[in-house]
Nanobody, 116 residues
Framework: QVQLVESGGGLVQPGGSLRLSCAAS????????MGWYRQAPGKQREWVAG???????TYADSVKGRFTVSRDNAKSTVYLQMNSLKLEDTAVYYC??????????WGQGTQVTVSS
């Protein structure tokens, strides 16, 4: 059974930082590219960042240079370090395989709110 449990969200001021974590289970982590998506109010879910099993990362242009995605294969955990946060980063953040259809599952996500 697939499980994705995101944590680490919260309320932060513009320019601040947060680190998100996601624990994955159900045999979806080991051989797949893992990453992060986000969904802002009134908008569609969008891809944010991904990292393959070797640690090679890719990013959406909107977060490049500010976010860093990483993974711990031994712990089946993926992380998202978010620095220089902006108001427009406010969203619910989800981790998943890339593409998400490899898991056909979404966790509950973690809310990130950037506000002064």
């Amino acid at each position: 059974q697939v499980q994705l449990v995101e944590s680490g969200g919260g309320l932060v001021q513009p320019g601040g930082s947060l680190r998100l974590s996601c624990a994955a289970s159900g045999n979806i982590f080991s051989n797949n590219v893992m990453g992060w998506y986000r969904q802002a109010p009134g908008k569609q879910r969008e891809w944010v960042a991904g990292v393959n099993i070797r640690g090679t990362a890719t990013y959406a242009d909107s977060v490049k240079g500010r976010f860093t995605v990483s993974r711990d294969n031994a712990k089946s955990t993926v992380y998202l370090q978010m620095n220089s946060l902006k108001l427009e980063d406010t969203a619910v953040y989800y981790c998943n395989t890339i593409p998400w259809q490899l898991s056909l599952y979404w966790g509950q996500g973690t809310q990130v709110t950037v506000s002064s």
